[in-house]
T-cell receptor, first 111, second 114 residues
Framework: LAKTTQPISMDSYEGQEVNITCSHN???????ITWYQQFPSQGPRFIIQ???TKVTNEVASLFIPADRKSSTLSLPRVSLSDTAVYYC????????????FGSGTRLLVRP | GAGVSQSPSNKVTEKGKDVELRCDPI?????LYWYRQRLGQGLEFLIY????????KSGLPSDRFSAERTGESVSTLTIQRTQQEDSAVYLC????????????FGPGTRLTVL
């Protein structure tokens, strides 16, 4: 699975848009990009997945440039409850059972 | 059930004792996964089951770790002769099929080895 690099931590304020960028220079042709969210004392929760361009759901948007060597998770108008660790994962659908989590990005949303 | 459940939620044991951790996956999910998460770190993949078969045990940290699954339901992760470095949160996840894009995680079992 492709190695990913994310910022260790980010701070934001309620109501702001937060963008977390993940680098994955060695992404393979059949790799997808998936983001998980983890609250303290809970297991990770799937947020969004994409292959290229832009994906949007009710929680977030995922922007993937044409070269796919990075991706940006965008959280619109964050609230205090968005304080969590966000993990970027890259891997092929047929091997995604073996999710490789990095250290993630600790997002702190302040009032 | 509504989600993946794990028991116990917390386990404190003495070094050298055996522990057994239980995972109840979402009903109907054929694939089940075990991960370990040390304090402040990301998740470390341990093992997966497709049905009750575990084709790849290479993620298990040592031969003190074993796991089994009954049919397509409950799984147990057993750690024999626990060591302090085994202290971590053990997370279980399930998915509707192996390779599904979404794994649903349980709340984890926090294991503390004194």
């Amino acid at each position: 699975l492709a190695k990913t690099t994310q910022p260790i931590s980010m701070d934001s304020y309620e109501g702001q848009e937060v963008n977390i960028t993940c680098s994955h220079n060695n992404i393979a042709t059949n790799d997808y990009i998936t983001w998980y969210q983890q609250f303290p004392s809970q297991g990770p929760r799937f947020i969004i997945q994409g292959y290229k361009t832009k994906v949007t759901n009710e929680v977030a948007s995922l922007f993937i440039p044409a070269d796919r060597k990075s991706s940006t998770l965008s959280l619109p108008r964050v609230s205090l409850s968005d304080t969590a660790v966000y993990y970027c994962l890259v891997g092929a659908m047929d091997s995604s059972y073996k999710l490789i989590f990095g250290s993630g990005t600790r997002l702190l949303v302040r009032p | 059930g509504a989600g993946v459940s794990q028991s116990p939620s917390n386990k404190v044991t003495e070094k050298g004792k055996d522990v057994e951790l239980r995972c109840d996956p979402i009903s109907g999910h054929t694939a089940l996964y075990w991960y370990r998460q040390r304090l402040g770190q990301g998740l470390e993949f341990l093992i997966y089951f497709q049905g009750n078969s575990a084709p790849d045990k290479s993620g298990l940290p040592s031969d003190r770790f074993s796991a089994e699954r009954t049919g397509e339901s409950v799984s147990t992760l057993t750690i024999q002769r626990t060591q302090q470095e085994d202290s971590a949160v053990y997370l279980c996840a399930s998915s509707s099929y192996l390779g599904s894009d979404t794994q649903y995680f349980g709340p984890g079992t926090r294991l503390t080895v004194l």
